[in-house]
T-cell receptor, first 115, second 113 residues
Framework: EPEVTQTPSHQVTQMGQEVILRCVPISNHLYFYWYRQILGQKVEFLVSFYNNEISEKSEIFDDQFSVERPDGSNFTLKIRSTKLEDSAMYFC?????????????FGAGTRLSVL | QQQVKQSPQSLIVQKGGISIINCAYENTAFDYFPWYQQFPGKGPALLIAIRPDVSEKKEGRFTISFNKSAKQFSLHIMDSQPGDSATYFCAAEDSTSYGKLTFGQGTILTVHP
């Protein structure tokens, strides 16, 4: 069964450093998403991406965050200067469409630890 | 107004029992209500979903009940099994948005053999 893959599974970084989280969405999917889950809290929407541009973003997704689809398969989330409060599990998701066909398939996540 | 409130936070059920998880929302623009199941070390996976034009949807042992006037929906797991032990998230989406899912806080379900 096709799946969304995320790398790395765990990323440790120092505060102020840049990190790039990588995702390979399901190949025929056109919509891509990032969510995050701070330990013990709910899953929160960060951003949706379609046709090489951001469709919607939350208030969490400030200027420190950016997303990119650098080639036909990868979808990345960059955090420019990490803060302690960025420590969380980051999930990538993809869907074939939005609306009636909007089944979002999630990857296993990248645990980001900012020290 | 964008929140989805989920309860209980944790639930312990005996094998064969019924597990019930409840969610409530305020945003009347929400029109798609999925439930996700998450096992440790895995991402959330869609379990079952409902739209507000029906009051109930059943798939195997899993049933969503939906009360549009009360703005509440719930997941019922019949004949609960130890393999159902996982974290369950309700979610909601306004389909005019670009796929933004608003999640509840999650319920950790433990089914004892």
């Amino acid at each position: 069964e096709p799946e969304v893959t995320q790398t790395p599974s765990h990323q440790v970084t120092q505060m102020g450093q840049e990190v790039i989280l990588r995702c390979v969405p399901i190949s025929n999917h056109l919509y891509f998403y990032w969510y995050r889950q701070i330990l013990g809290q709910k899953v929160e929407f960060l951003v949706s991406f379609y046709n090489n541009e951001i469709s919607e973003k939350s208030e969490i997704f400030d200027d420190q965050f950016s997303v990119e689809r650098p080639d036909g398969s990868n979808f990345t989330l960059k955090i420019r200067s990490t803060k302690l409060e960025d420590s969380a599990m980051y999930f990538c998701a993809s869907s074939e469409d939005r609306g009636a066909k909007n089944i979002q398939y999630f990857g296993a996540g990248t645990r980001l630890s900012v020290l | 107004q964008q929140q989805v409130k989920q309860s209980p936070q944790s639930l312990i059920v005996q094998k064969g029992g019924i597990s019930i998880i409840n969610c409530a929302y305020e945003n009347t623009a929400f029109d798609y209500f999925p439930w996700y199941q998450q096992f440790p070390g895995k991402g959330p996976a869609l379990l079952i979903a409902i739209r507000p034009d029906v009051s109930e949807k059943k798939e195997g042992r899993f049933t969503i009940s939906f009360n549009k006037s009360a703005k509440q929906f719930s997941l019922h797991i019949m004949d609960s099994q130890p393999g159902d032990s996982a974290t369950y998230f309700c979610a909601a989406e306004d389909s005019t948005s670009y796929g933004k899912l608003t999640f509840g806080q999650g319920t950790i379900l433990t089914v004892h053999p």
